[in-house]
């Protein structure tokens, strides 16, 4: 979009484990300047707890968020009053962590008298790859984190249908069980990545759940106890054991979104066969690498683009939040001091309405 000024936005993140807070400046070419990016993640609070415990979580975020501001600020070499607006997610994620950002982000425009923008959090991830790689309107997205998989056809700022999701555990958070099942620690997705390395992925045959199916959903959790079983059928484990099972998970997970991920390209050409064929994928799970190997080959065969923003910006951060912020802003949209912040917040709802009513709430 052209023919406006430049804008320098503000965006917090807060809806799980990381504190962010980033510096976005938006031209009126649509090209995007990071100025600054700052994300603190509570590894340590968590880490006896082998998952992400939402109070805590909370509670850091309160404690950690207004220095973390400061710092984007600082990094950007601006002030608070040189912003044009503030962009904050207002869901979908903890609850109690998305008040901590949403709320400071209310007050701070109050105070400054700015503009504010309640951004959906799978929105700020659907929109990465344009501030990173400006990419037009259509486009495929997958997204793998630890709250979601699921494709989605991205047509416009705030315009998106949802062509299948998890239907029960997220890629991430299988990931995540595995590894606390082997005993790897937390976050899961890297553990199991790196002792994959040394294992063999063709030892164990795990189910692929769904993928006879046409649809584009996931089923992860008929995978997750067959996992389950295979590791208590060979207790007590080895260490190769615990190699070979997280290798032949990793490589049974690739096959799956690789399967998928040439259904949905496959879906994009046809539905639009204008438009030119790519894939964005996003997400804390886009950094494995077996499963970015794995994309990228079905897209070679399938001769579409991978588009995958580096991993800094594919994982939760503020940035992404200020961009989605920034194309809204752009746009003309601006928010309500009494937005309301929501736990559930499916990308696909009639122009993202954060005041839409209550039965629209809910996930179809
Ligand atoms: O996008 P993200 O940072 O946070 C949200 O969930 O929104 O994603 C975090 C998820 C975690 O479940 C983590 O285990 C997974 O991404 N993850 C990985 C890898 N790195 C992070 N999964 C597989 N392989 C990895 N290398
Ligand atoms: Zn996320």
Redesign the pocket.
Known sequence: MTGQAPAIILGIET??DETAAAIVVRDQFGHSTIRSNVVRSQLDEHAAFGGVVPELAARAHVTYLDHIIAQACREADITLTDVDAIAATAGPGLIGGVLVGLTTAKALAAALNKPLLAIN?LEA?ALTARMTDQVAFPYPMLLV????SQFVLVRGVGDYQRWGTAIDDALGEAFDKIAKLLALGHPGGPAVEAIAKKGDPKRFKFPRPLLREARLDFSFSGLKTAVYLQAEALAPLSDTDVADIAASFQATVAEIVSVRARQALDRFKAELPKAAPQLVVA??VAANRAIAAALATVCEQADATLIMPPIALC??NGAMVAWAGAERFAMGVRDRLDVTARPRWPLDLPNMQVGASEEARHEP
Do not use: V
Request: aromatic share 0%.
């Open positions: 809806s799980c959090h991830h984190s630890g709250g979601h997400g804390g994982t939760d």
